[in-house]
């Protein structure tokens, strides 16, 4: 069982940046990912970002790419999600999950989710 806890997550104006942070409680395995997914009221849990944690190659939302960076700290367990550009619409509750499923974008792939932290975007 892995328990991940995000934290970084808070209100910012329109351009403004965020960093959000999960840690896990123990060391992944190898072949897993981990991800960050968000989820507005009224809406499903969307992808936005991942990261192989062995290797560290990454990949985006569409709606993210250039603005958002994902990256892993292996010592700490840690993995992060610098936010740039924040516009309105990235207002959400973001999540960190942990899987080794088969497509890194489908929360299906995903075993282990967090609790959430909030994002809010003002204009």
């Known amino acids: 069982q892995v328990e991940l806890v995000e934290s970084g997550g808070g209100l910012v104006q329109a351009g403004g940046s965020l960093r959000l942070s999960c840690t896990a409680s123990r060391r992944t395995f190898n072949d897993y990912f981990m991800g960050w997914f968000r989820q507005a009221p009224g809406k499903e849990r969307d992808f936005v970002a991942a990261?192989?944690?062995?290797?560290?190659?990454?990949t985006y939302a569409a709606s993210v790419k250039g603005r958002f960076t994902i990256s892993r700290d292996i010592a700490k367990n840690t993995v992060s999600l610098q936010m740039n550009g924040l516009e309105p619409e990235d207002t959400a509750v973001y999540y960190c999950?942990?899987?080794?499923?088969?497509?890194?974008?489908?929360?299906?792939?995903?075993?282990?989710w967090g609790q959430g932290t909030q994002v809010t975007v003002s204009s």
């Open positions: 990261i192989n944690w062995n290797y560290g190659g990454t």
């Open positions: 999950a942990a899987g080794n499923g088969y497509s890194v974008s489908v929360p299906n792939a995903y075993s282990y």
